[in-house]
Nanobody, 124 residues
Framework: QEKLVESGGGSVQAGGSLRLSCAASGYIDGGYRMAWFRQAPGKRREGVATINTYDTTRYLDSVKGRFSISKDNAKNTLDLQMNSLKPEDTAMYYC??????????????????WGQGTQVTVSS
């Protein structure tokens, strides 16, 4: 069974850093395009960063220069390094995997597999 499990969330003060990790198992191919999404209370889910099998990345404008996405195809893991965190980064963060290797979509409809989420809270 396909499974994505996130870890690394927590609480941090503004300006701090966190590193999120996602482990994929089952039929999820480590070479698939993967992404991080987030959803804050009362807001729509938004794509934060994506990376495909060619290591092409794309970021939400508000996180450019602060967040960095990386993946290890052999280990089927996906990471998100988050630096200079701001209170507006507070949200539930989700790992997602597409069923194709290419592209750079940040639309949630373009992802097939989803994790349960990990909470990130940034205090001012």
């Amino acid at each position: 069974q396909e499974k994505l499990v996130e870890s690394g969330g927590g609480s941090v003060q503004a300006g701090g850093s966190l590193r999120l990790s996602c482990a994929a198992s089952g039929y999820i191919d480590g070479g698939y395009r993967m992404a991080w999404f987030r959803q804050a209370p009362g807001k729509r889910r938004e794509g934060v960063a994506t990376i495909n099998t060619y290591d092409t990345t794309r970021y939400l404008d508000s996180v450019k220069g602060r967040f960095s996405i990386s993946k290890d195809n052999a280990k089927n893991t996906l990471d998100l390094q988050m630096n200079s965190l701001k209170p507006e980064d507070t949200a539930m963060y989700y790992c997602a995997s597409a069923s194709i290797r290419s592209g750079d979509s940040l639309r949630d409809v373009d992802y097939k597999y989803w994790g349960q989420g990990t909470q990130v809270t940034v205090s001012s």
